[in-house]
Structures are given as structure tokens and as C-alpha cells.
């Protein structure tokens, strides 16, 4: 089960540093994917859909490093609050992420009982990768408030657990969920405010429960 990343979770983070990580989209990673890029690195993160090919396995074990599937950070909070796993509770219906500064600012704002709110993501991948790790893990649905949203959504629909549809504003939501059996909406940060984007959800949780 994805940890649960409110504020408490700054403490977490702040203990357990990312170690030096090369993240990769590729969808077929080979020697020429990692070529002169691992010098430094401990982990290699690769899309869970990727193909590793045997030379680029035995390329990164030349310079002993590991190759993760998915987000490395997911895991290392995942196992770091294992022993909080009692308290936590099943997953929520919603799981937010996004790269958004405001991040912080919905979190507070939104009820903890209708979504998972993570701490602000360094950019949209690492974003992205945690609502997939929340749906792969129990969450129903994800939303992403991210800078670049049609390049996020383009990533996410590599992803066969995901459905992914860019809202651009709000009277577009309810044509959305009439339309599309989607799992993962994707908000620009650029055009939604924190009080809308947290309309969003709430209006994303109300369209879950009416489908359950």
C-alpha cells in the first residue's frame, strides 16, 4: 500500500533522501539507453511496462546499480512507514499528486476521507508515477495537477491500468465522466486555482461513489 504523504510526511522525506537515480520513459531500454549516464548513480527507475533487454541488465550491474521498476521514492516511503501500515487504512478512492507549488495548500483543504493528497512532486513524471503506484496499490483513481498536462497525459496512456483525460476547465467535468471511464484526470497547474482543482476532486470522488 502507497504511505500516506500529508504533512506528516515531510519529516519522512526529509530522513530518507532520494539516492542518485536515473529515471527513464523508454519503453525499451538497451546499453544506448544508459550509455555514459550511470557514473554517480545507485538506481536506474524504468516505466513497470518497460523491456529490459540482457545487455542493459548486465551493463547496470558493471557499475552495480540497481534497476526499480516504478518510482524508487514510493517504495523506500512505502517500506520506511511500514510499521505505521496499522493506522494508515485502505486506500482512498482518490489519490492526488501533483508538481504544483500549491500542493501543500490542497491537501488542507480537501477531506482526508475522500483523497490521498501527496506532498508536491519535483515534476510531472514523479507525479504521475505516484497515482500509478496508488491505483496499483488499491486507489480507485488518481488526480494530477501538473505544469505540462498533454504530455502527462500522453505518458499515463502508455500505461494500460490507466485512463487518462486533460480536464481544461470545469464545466467540462461532467461531459468527462458521461463520456470517458476515466481513472486518472489530469488538471494543468497552470489554469486551475487551488479552490477549483479542489472542486475537481471532490466533484471526481461524488462521480466514483455514484459509479460504485
Not at 507549488?101 to 512532486?121: H, N, T, Y
Request: glycine share 4%.
Amino acid at each position: 500500500m502507497l504511505a500516506t504523504l500529508t504533512s506528516s510526511a515531510t519529516t519522512v522525506a526529509s530522513v530518507v533522501p532520494k539516492p542518485q537515480t536515473l529515471s527513464l520513459l523508454d519503453q525499451v531500454v538497451s546499453v544506448q539507453s544508459l550509455k555514459n549516464r550511470l557514473m554517480g548513480i545507485q538506481f536506474v527507475e524504468i516505466e513497470p511496462s518497460a523491456v529490459l533487454t540482457p545487455a542493459a541488465r548486465d551493463y547496470c550491474r558493471e557499475f552495480n546499480v540497481e534497476i526499480v521498476r516504478g518510482s524508487l521514492l514510493a517504495r523506500t516511503t512505502t517500506l520506511v512507514n511500514q510499521s505505521n501500515l496499522a493506522t494508515i487504512g485502505r486506500p482512498q478512492r482518490l489519490i492526488v499528486a501533483g508538481s504544483a507549488k500549491w500542493m501543500p495548500s490542497v491537501g488542507k483543504q480537501l477531506c482526508s476521507k475522500q483523497a490521498q493528497v501527496c506532498e508536491f512532486a519535483t515534476d510531472d513524471t514523479s507525479a504521475l508515477r505516484t497515482i500509478a503506484d496508488g491505483i496499483r496499490n488499491g486507489h480507485q483513481a488518481g488526480v494530477a495537477i501538473v505544469n505540462a498536462p498533454y504530455a502527462t497525459c500522453w505518458q499515463a496512456a502508455r500505461d494500460d491500468r490507466l485512463r487518462p483525460v486533460v480536464v481544461s476547465s470545469w464545466p467540462e467535468i461532467d461531459d468527462v465522466f458521461r463520456e470517458v471511464p476515466v481513472n486518472v484526470l489530469i488538471l494543468s497547474a497552470r489554469t486551475w486555482s487551488v479552490p477549483s482543482a479542489c472542486n475537481a476532486v471532490r466533484r471526481f470522488f461524488q462521480h466514483l461513489q455514484n459509479q460504485s
